[in-house]
């Protein structure tokens, strides 16, 4: 991997670029130098057809200082060491940043899940969950979904996890299905709180554009409900892709849900062109659109690009050809050191990672907190939650970036160090 393509080295280059500024204890700048543990697993697992395959997993805890490790479990064939440290180091920056009281962790297996039939992938999972057991746990470190992880999965780590331990651990991972503990709101919590975040931050920046258009990477968990949730609210979505391809309608998208469903029965995006509830290749011309390739969208006439797929899709070789005015980063770490650079010299405004997307960690936040109080929370009761709570971390990023006249990315590094910095004063000795 290229040096400033790997996105644990960016980590490090963004600590020590921000602890330099504020002065950072050099002590604590030490402690989050390097994750806590790291934990490296060995799978064999017995294919339906006999064959035994080795897989690799990986759950690194970076740091704790604010509470239990939070953070997602990714299942991938690019799944690495210094990808899922990136990940963790995220996770405590955007845990203080959102002010939940959770530190940061991630965890991922190298496998493709797509070629695994649904008995492998739950053998698979529970595995894994027995060989992590000792380090996981309500108040020591507390998984959720990412990259082709779903609420299925987190219910069979659950039920290993509560297995093993010989009692219900609920609270041992998040972003369950609601009739197995898991929160009204979780689902969709990532996508609705970039929206709150997205229509606060416009405010702000007093962006005031009717309908604004909007191109979306990625058209999983992350991207769909955004986009169906931006499309609700007026903005025009004219361009979604996955891995495989996408569409581009200049005239805006008509009906995401209709391309959801798509997706779901055909595995992909490309050539749906919905005319009404028919979503065909022929419809193409009729709705003025046009084929695209995933790196294709990213370089569109828009207002809005949401990378909301994987890392390193912003970079020095195309951010010079973004002609977005705004990217909101609703993937983790989209945009490489260079790239970010290059996007702020052409005056485009970054709404970074840790802060758009944290809405996800917010209301696994809250699923923590009903389990273990024993409470359920209606859908309107966490969202109203979760705006709260996205308002607070946009309004407080604007102000400190005004303060230290710094991107919107630094502003959130140094809240997020500040926070845990005053927290860490406290506890050391
Ligand atoms: P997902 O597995 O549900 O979806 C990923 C999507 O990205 C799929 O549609 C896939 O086809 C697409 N994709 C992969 N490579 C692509 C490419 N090169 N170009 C365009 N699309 C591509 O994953 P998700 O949960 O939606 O996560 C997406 C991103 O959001 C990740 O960076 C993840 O870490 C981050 N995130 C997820 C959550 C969450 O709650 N799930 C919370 C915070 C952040």
Redesign the pocket.
Known sequence: MENNNNPWKRSLNELKTIGEKISLNVMLFSVLKAPDRIVEVSLPLKMDNGEIKIFKGFRVQHNNILGPYKG?I?YHKNVNLDEIKA?AFWMTMKNALIDVPFGGGKGGIKVDPKTLSEGELEKLTRLFTKRIKDVIGPHKDVP???????SKIMAWIADEYSKLNGKDALAVVT?KPVEKGGSEGRKE??GMGGMYALAAALKKLEFDKKNPTVAV????????YIASFLQSNGFKIVAV????G?IYIPDGISDIENLEKY?ESKGFLAGCYCVGSVCDINNREKRGGKDIS??E?LELPVDILIP????N?ITKENADKIQAKIVFE?????TTLEADEILSKKGITVIP?ILA?????AV?YFEWYQNLHNEKWSKDEVFKKLKQKMEKAVDNVFETSKKFKVTLREASYILALKKIESVWGNKKD
């Open positions: 997602g990714r990940l959720a979904p990412d990259v082709n992880t779903n972003g919590a990532t990477s990625g058209f999983g968990n992350v991207g769909r892709s996955d891995s495989k996408g997706k995933p790196k969208l909301a797929a994987l890392e899709v609703m993937a983790n770490g989209p990672d997307n944290s809405g996800g960690v696994s």
